[in-house]
């Protein structure tokens, strides 16, 4: 069966530090995969998705980026982080040829607080 | 544009109780709509889909093109309902499914 994993669960960063999240997924191949970040009283704001290695394409201008080194790793970035950055990040996949109708599958997500 | 409108954050009723969690969408195409759900210390899930037209846990969905909603309801509601429920609509474009999510509304069953 298919599992996606994240991490950390939990991380506390100053302004101004570099960021690294990553996300995995195991069995299947080609998944698409997301970065959606969740804010109080925003709801699930898509960041990022990935049709395949090495492409990313981007929802929302800021300060943040994707990558997609390997075919089931997804992986958020920043150089620098600014206090905005601060919420919840889930990464998801969603399997290739069904696209429209495929529910997207969550992981547990990330809590991100910069102080 | 497309969105999703939930216009409620928190929903509060009695176990027993009819549950309705309102949502509407704006979208110009034919839309397909879900409703997901995060249970205490659980991770974000699929509870059910408009194309599939099912009953998950004794919540239903109906899609009413002519007022743009997709509201979930549900007869008598159940402790174990309480979660946070999110609107979700499909933005096909290209090669892949983006969903647009509503704000979401947290449902609270009181005994």
């Known amino acids: 069966s298919q599992t996606i994993h994240q991490w950390p669960a939990t991380l506390v960063q100053p302004v101004g530090s570099p960021l690294s999240l990553e996300c995995t997924v195991e069995?299947?191949?080609?998944?698409?995969l997301y970065w959606y970040r969740q804010a109080a009283g925003r709801g699930l704001q898509l960041l990022f998705y990935s049709v395949g290695i090495g492409q990313i394409s981007s929802e929302v201008p800021q300060n943040l980026s994707a990558s997609r080194p390997q075919d089931r790793q997804f992986i958020l970035s920043s150089k620098k982080l600014l206090l905005s950055d601060s919420g919840f990040y889930l990464c998801a996949w969603s399997p290739t040829g069904k696209e429209r109708y495929s529910p997207l599958h969550f992981g547990n997500g990330t809590r991100l607080t910069v102080t | 544009a497309q969105r999703v409108t939930q216009p409620e954050k928190l929903l509060s009723v009695f176990k027993g109780a009819p549950v309705e969690l309102k949502c509407n969408y704006s979208?110009?195409?034919?839309?397909?709509l879900f409703w997901y759900v995060q249970y205490s210390r659980q991770r974000l899930q699929l509870l059910l889909r408009h194309i599939s037209r099912e009953s998950i846990k004794g919540f239903t969905a109906d899609l009413n093109k002519g007022e743009t909603s997709f509201h979930l309801k549900k007869p008598f509601a159940q402790e174990e309902d309480s979660a946070m429920y999110y609107c979700a609509l499909s933005s096909y474009g290209g090669a892949t499914n983006k969903l647009i999510f509503g704000t979401g509304t947290l449902l609270a069953v009181q005994p």
């Open positions: 979208y110009s195409g034919s839309p397909e």
């Open positions: 069995g299947t191949s080609n998944p698409n």
